[in-house]
């Protein structure tokens, strides 16, 4: 098949596009940067370079192709991530409508049922409605949980300060996910013969911050790491001080809060949903320690 994959070499579409072409498949590789053409090429791909903004752009990098992979990159140059996430919805509806695609596979989240209150997963909830709305177009929506690769942004912390840590309890359930299980999700759904609007979850693990603290500690060698709950007011704070803007800063403590409910959970839990991923926690906390160690 003929298949167009967004988001550049990036955490997901990296191992997507690899395993993709390792199953015999034509795929284009959608990236920004024109740096990036060599690699998306080594890879076996074709490289298309513009922006997923631009809808003309969009349209001829779709054009042929039997399934496109959508995703909203994240980006901290904008200041209201629910209208950044629905502008790129839109310009991939206009795209998919102009090249006659008739199949996507769209990169959504966990907690994308809950309209606000969630930080930028709300953008994803956005974008869901607005690809749902185009008619005759076959729509999968992949609701991962948090990805582990999360967690090196906390490297600094843990470095600096001896501790891991956001605003919730130590005892708090997460439900985790490596990229790679991801991509093998969408993999499977691009190959397979979904039709309508739906959704599919996928996690490869779950926890509570204080035992996915304990196995990252375990693996760097600190095995009395602890997890230590902020103050949403302190965790914004602490973020602002390793470098994250103001607006994402409290978008980011908007989704924690998110996390301590529970609400991101609910239609996870409600659609029956286990962790089927290969990659579990004490596999991903070796991939940690060799960065944490790097
Ligand atoms: N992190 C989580 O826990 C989590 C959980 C659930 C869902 N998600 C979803 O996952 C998404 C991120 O996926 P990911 O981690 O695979 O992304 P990623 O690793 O951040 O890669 C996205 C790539 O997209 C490219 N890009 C950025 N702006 C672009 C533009 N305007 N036009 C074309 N390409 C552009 C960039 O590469 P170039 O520089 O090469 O263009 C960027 O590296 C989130 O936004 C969210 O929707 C995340």
């Not at 967004?6 to 284009?28: D, M, W, Y």
Request: no cysteine; proline share 4%; aromatic share 8%.
């Amino acid at each position: 098949m003929k298949i167009t994959v967004t988001g550049s070499l990036g955490n997901i579409s990296k191992p997507l596009a690899k395993q993709l072409i390792a199953a015999g498949h034509e795929v284009t590789v959608v990236s920004s940067n024109p740096d990036k053409k060599a690699d998306i090429e080594a890879l076996g791909a074709t490289a298309a370079i513009g922006s997923i903004g631009d809808a003309e752009f969009l349209s001829s990098a779709f054009s042929g192709a039997d399934v496109v992979y959508t995703m909203v990159p994240p980006s901290f140059a904008v200041n209201d991530y629910r209208k950044y996430a629905s502008d790129l919805a839109h310009s991939y509806a206009a795209a998919i409508k102009s090249a006659g695609i008739k199949r996507i596979v769209n990169l959504s989240s966990i907690g994308a049922d809950v309209d606000g209150g969630t930080g930028p997963i709300a953008g994803m909830h956005d974008a869901e409605q607005i690809l749902n709305a185009m008619p005759d177009v076959a729509v999968k929506h992949i609701r991962p949980g948090i990805f582990y690769v999360n967690l090196y942004a906390n490297i600094g912390m843990i470095k600096n300060l001896g501790f891991n840590g956001a605003n919730y309890s130590a005892d708090t359930r997460l439900v985790l996910v490596h990229p790679n299980d991801i991509a093998a999700v969408i993999a499977e759904e691009i190959s397979g013969s979904f039709t309508g609007k739906s959704v599919r979850f996928v996690s490869s693990d779950e926890s509570t911050a204080g035992a996915v603290t304990t196995a990252l500690g375990v693996a760097i060698g600190q095995p009395d790491l602890k997890w230590v709950e902020f103050t949403t007011e302190q965790a914004i704070g602490g973020m602002i001080q390793a470098g994250v803007p103001d607006y994402f800063a409290h978008l980011y403590a908007e989704m924690y809060t998110a996390i301590n409910t529970g609400i991101l959970w609910t239609a996870y839990d409600a659609a029956g949903t286990k962790p089927t991923g290969k990659t579990k926690l004490a596999d991903f906390a070796k991939e940690f320690a060799i960065v944490y160690g790097a």
